[in-house]
C-alpha cells in the first residue's frame, strides 16, 4: 500500500505552546483510505523550521522517543524543557520516513505549524 499525502488542506498542525508539554497525533492514510498501518522496523524524523530563513527550531525522531507510533497513527512528543526557548509565529513543517528496508520518503508534505508563546514560567 502507498500512502496518501496529508496537505495543508487536512492537516495543519496547530498549537504548540512555547514552555509547556506538547503532545500532537498525526494520523497516517494510505491511498486506499485505510488508516490502520503496520509500522514494525520503521522510523520516522520531522522538523519545524522557520518560514523565512528554514533554520531548524524542533526536531522530532523515533529514535529518541519524541516520535511514537500507535497503530496506524504517529504522535509527535515534546517536553517543555524543549519547547521553553520557542518563538511564537507560524512555521513550516514536514516528517520522513525509513521503511524497514531503508527507503527514506517524505510522506507529509510542509505545512503550517504554529507555535504560541505561552505564559513565564
Known sequence: MAFQYITEKTYPIYNMVAGDDWRKLVPVVQSDGSTEFDFTGWQALAQVRKK???????????????????????????????????????HVWDCQFQDPWGFRRTLIIPDVFEIIRGATK
Do not use: C, R
Request: proline residues 0%; glycine residues 16%.
Open 52 to 90: 523565512i530563513d528554514g533554520s531548524l527550531i524542533i526536531e522530532f525522531d523515533s529514535y529518541d522517543g519524541t516520535i511514537e507510533f500507535s497503530g496506524g497513527d504517529i504522535f509527535l512528543i515534546a517536553d517543555k524543557d524543549d519547547t521553553v526557548g520557542l518563538l511564537s509565529g507560524d
